[in-house]
């Protein structure tokens, strides 16, 4: 009898290590699980970033050859014929215009002359340089 109870004890037992040693196979499978899917992710973030940095052009560096031939077009020019003039409050290209030319359709030449991108947004103030126009 006492080997009955002792064998039961020891299947008992047996029985407990079995069932932690499968939770700790099951924590095992879900942890590399896991750890694969991060490195999946890994290495596709790495290869998008990659990708990404493949389709961006690389900045263009003139060599010193290059330079000496570059013309700088977007510095007005400090022309003897040209007059300054401010802008004032409530003052538009085209007021100003009629006012040197008579005429203010004429208003794009000041605006190309200054270099001012949008023509109908230009602040009171600013410093404008007005081409005289050839008699």
Request: proline letters at 4%; hydrophobic letters at 35%.
């Amino acid at each position: 009898m006492a080997r009955k109870k002792q064998s039961k004890k020891t299947v008992k037992k047996n029985v407990v290590q079995d069932f932690m040693a499968q939770n700790d196979l099951q924590e095992l499978k879900r942890l590399v699980t896991e750890k694969r899917e991060a490195l999946y992710i890994g290495a596709i973030t790495l290869l998008i970033g990659i990708g990404i940095g493949l389709m961006i052009p690389k900045q263009y560096t003139p060599q010193s050859s290059e330079i000496k031939e570059m013309k700088v077009s977007a510095v007005p020019s400090k022309d003897v014929s040209a007059e300054s003039y401010t802008l004032q409050e409530g003052e538009s290209l085209s007021d100003v215009a009629e006012k040197f030319y008579g005429d203010p359709q004429l208003y794009t030449k000041i605006a190309e002359y200054n270099n001012i991108a949008n023509p109908d947004v230009v602040a009171p103030g600013t410093m404008l340089r007005i081409e005289k126009m050839a008699k």
